[in-house]
């Protein structure tokens, strides 16, 4: 399991952790400049993301932080295979369709580590050395239940939909989206949209994860047919 982040201690006065001449922070890498994005991420959201909060986070100087990551796309970069890392691989001794179930289970687990970040991991594309093996990797666990070569690449774009779609509606999706000017209320949606009345208690929270399982298992039945057809 990920260790939690927490804010990095300030020894003394402003600046007493810098070297002496302006140069590098004594102990300054690029692991903690990117532990110190993920506060601020978590914290201020990606739009509060910048260079000058993490030169005030970890006591130095913006061209400091420039010696180990050169800009913030790179930055950004590193926070996306920061998130992809932390990815818990199933265990090998699985049963491949098994495998599979507990994969998908893990990339949600692995966006709700990095609720305020996952929008960006979802949307960035996974081409670092992290990312394109993560690809393989899940590429690979597909194959095994589906051997057809495009079988299991349209399968595996559908898991991706599926996963993507879902970790975004509860990590930053509708109810944490922009309202409407001047909404509707209760007394509006009770006498106009009775369907939608009825159902607005199977949308909440508590019901969330019998509904991701249901959508499991309805893409994972479908999979043997796929291979045997």
């Known amino acids: 399991m990920m260790r939690k982040i927490a804010p990095p201690r300030r020894r003394g006065p402003a600046g007493a952790a810098r070297r002496a001449g302006g140069g590098t922070p004594a102990g ?6 990117v532990e110190a994005g993920l506060a601020i991420v978590e914290a201020d959201g990606l739009s509060g993301l910048s260079t000058r909060k993490l030169g005030e986070r970890l006591d130095c100087e ?20 920061h998130a992809i890392a ?38 960035h594309r996974l081409n670092t050395p992290t990312g394109v093996r993560f690809i393989e990797g899940i590429l690979a666990l597909v194959q095994a239940v589906v051997p057809d070569a495009e079988l299991a690449a349209r399968h595996f774009r559908t898991l991706g939909y599926y996963l993507a779609g879902a970790a975004l509606d509860e990590t930053a999706g509708y109810a944490r989206g922009l309202s ?10 009770a006498r106009e949209c009775p369907r939608l009345a009825a ?27 796929g291979a045997a057809a």
């Open 28 to 33: 300054l890498s690029r692991e903690r400049i």
């Open 62 to 81: 913006a061209m400091s932080i420039y010696h180990h990551v050169p800009s913030k796309h790179h930055l950004l970069d590193a926070l996306v295979d």
């Open 86 to 123: 932390s990815f818990e691989w199933p265990a090998a001794e699985l049963p491949p369709l098994q495998r599979l179930r507990a994969a998908m289970y893990a990339y949600r687990a692995m966006a709700h580590r990095w609720p305020a970040l996952f929008p960006l991991v979802a949307l």
């Open 180 to 189: 409407a000017a001047e909404p509707v209320d209760g007394a509006f949606i």
């Open 199 to 225: 159902a607005a208690r199977w949308f909440q929270r508590p019901e969330w994860d019998r509904t991701f399982d249901l959508g499991v298992d309805a893409l994972l039945q479908a999979l043997p047919r």
